[in-house]
């Protein structure tokens, strides 16, 4: 009895050591993930800035070799450029012209309350600023000649207003930050930020900079690069022509469709920090019209059977894009719809329906695919000289590969089963075969 007594504790001692040292290492795993999280934040945070204006500068500059400093980046004109863009969208986001639509009900009950006008923004943008340029008020190649001065402007408004996030935070409730994953650390807190959703007044300001300044700031930046071709050469390029023309129409199929962002993962889950500021500023509308920038210094020749095949490409990969999100979409907020009684579904624990049918019976990312293929249709114009066209459509491949697993690992979390079987039932993410 003494010795079974006497065993059965050094065996319960034992499992609770056990228990400890397993508790023990995997605190240890993850301090030491989030110190390399950290340390590659603090990088990015550092690099993304620099990678851009090299970006720009190696564009603009045939041999890239204009050394940038302070003072040929810093200028007063460009700031206030930017500036103006900003609040002129601000302005259009609050007329009452649009819809206003409910988000999701975060963990901490909230349900926010979204602006639906971005298309109108854009549109009245260009009409705007189309006229003034026609009429000679207004000269818009400087978009293109100040880039670099703009994007350095827009790096120092991006650290400023992240200061700004990172202290509002401090004024919200603990209750509205807990269930946000605060990380106690500075760097982290700071780049990826602390609130989900912060707000000035009626603006929501992850919202707005989403598509009004990362969107609509691309498209007249690529606008400005045009306008810059005709003034110098008296018309436009076609492969220039092409790039602008296939990115507008992304940039405005995007603003059509702006109530799908309310329910994308950066809107519902990601905090709003350094990083996406500096995305929405800066590197979506500075990195992805390197191809604008590129042609307008590196003129490329195209046949029309080159144009043809191009446009072929971009067709079918805008279709795919399009026709998919536009099904998931609709299915999401219609599931009854007669569209869908005849698709095959799978029933999950959470009473939604996952689609196992056309699009999304192909593959589990279709919508994936059908970007990646039109970030290539509108880099191929540039030829095949340089990889600095090319370099949007590695990030993209990249980000969405990425986006593939944290998306999978959160509709198995909370789909379990159902998740398992739906991958049972279509067995690739984004290249039938492939992967
Ligand atoms: P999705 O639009 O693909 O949304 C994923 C969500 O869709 C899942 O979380 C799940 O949400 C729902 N879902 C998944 N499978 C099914 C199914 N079979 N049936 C019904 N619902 C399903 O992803 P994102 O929000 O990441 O992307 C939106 C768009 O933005 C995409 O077109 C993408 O290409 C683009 N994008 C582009 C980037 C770029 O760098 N170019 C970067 C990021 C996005 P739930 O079940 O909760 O509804």
Redesign the pocket.
């Known amino acids: 009895m003494n010795s079974h007594c006497q065993n059965q504790g050094s065996s319960f001692l034992r499992k609770k050591e056990g228990n400890i040292v397993r508790e023990e290492s995997d605190q240890i795993a993850t301090a030491s993930a989030r110190v390399k999280d950290t340390r590659r934040l603090a990088l990015l945070s550092v690099c993304l800035p620099v990678l851009v204006l090299y970006l720009l500068n190696k564009c603009k500059n045939e041999d890239g070799s204009k050394m940038l400093s302070f003072f040929t980046l810093w200028d007063l004109n460009s700031f206030f450029i930017l500036i103006g863009f900003v609040l002129f969208q601000m302005m259009l986001y609050l007329l009452p012209i649009g819809k206003v639509v409910k988000g999701k009900r975060t963990t901490t009950g909230e349900q926010d309350h979204y602006h639906i006008n971005g298309f109108y923004a854009i549109l009245i943008t260009i009409v705007v600023l189309g006229s003034l340029w026609f009429f000679g008020l207004a000269d818009v190649t400087i978009g293109h000649d100040k880039c670099l001065q703009i994007a350095f402007s827009g790096i120092s408004v991006s650290v400023f207003l992240s200061i700004v996030w990172f202290l509002k935070s401090f004024t919200v409730t603990k209750e509205q930050l807990k269930n946000y994953g605060e990380k106690g650390n500075f760097i982290q807190d700071f780049c990826m930020g602390r609130e989900l959703n912060p707000k000035f007044g009626k603006l929501n300001i992850k919202f707005f900079s989403m598509l009004r300044i990362g969107f609509i700031g691309w498209a007249l930046f690529n606008l400005s690069i045009l306008a810059e071709d005709i003034e110098q050469n008296g018309r436009a390029s076609l492969a220039l022509g092409l790039v602008v023309g296939f990115q507008l129409l992304y940039i405005l199929e995007a603003l059509y469709d702006e109530e799908s962002v309310v329910?994308?993962?950066e809107i519902t889950s990601d905090m709003f920090g350094y990083i996406m500021t500096f995305g929405e500023i800066v590197w979506i509308p500075f990195t992805s019209s390197l191809q604008a920038i590129y042609l307008l210094h590196h003129p490329q020749e195209l046949t029309y059977l080159q144009v043809a095949i191009i446009v072929l490409i971009y067709a079918v990969g805008f279709f795919i894009?399009n026709r998919s999100?536009d099904q998931?979409n609709k299915?999401?907020s219609h599931p009854q719809d007669v569209a869908f009684a005849g698709l095959e579904t799978i029933d999950t624990n959470t009473g939604?329906k996952?689609?196992?049918s056309e699009w999304?019976g192909w593959l589990?990312?279709p919508?994936?695919l059908g970007?990646i293929v039109v970030?290539l249709a509108w880099s191929l114009p540039c030829g095949f000289s340089h990889i600095i066209p090319y370099l949007q459509l590695l990030?993209?491949i990249h980000?969405?590969t990425k986006?593939t697993i944290e998306?999978e690992e959160?509709?198995h979390r909370r789909y379990g089963a159902a998740w398992e079987e739906?991958c049972r039932r279509v067995k690739y993410r984004m290249l039938p075969y492939i992967y």
Request: charged share 25%; glycine share 0%.
């Open positions: 329910f994308t993962k894009y999100n998931k299915f999401r939604t996952l689609l196992v999304w589990r990312h919508n994936y970007d970030h990030f993209c980000i969405l986006r998306i959160d509709c739906y």
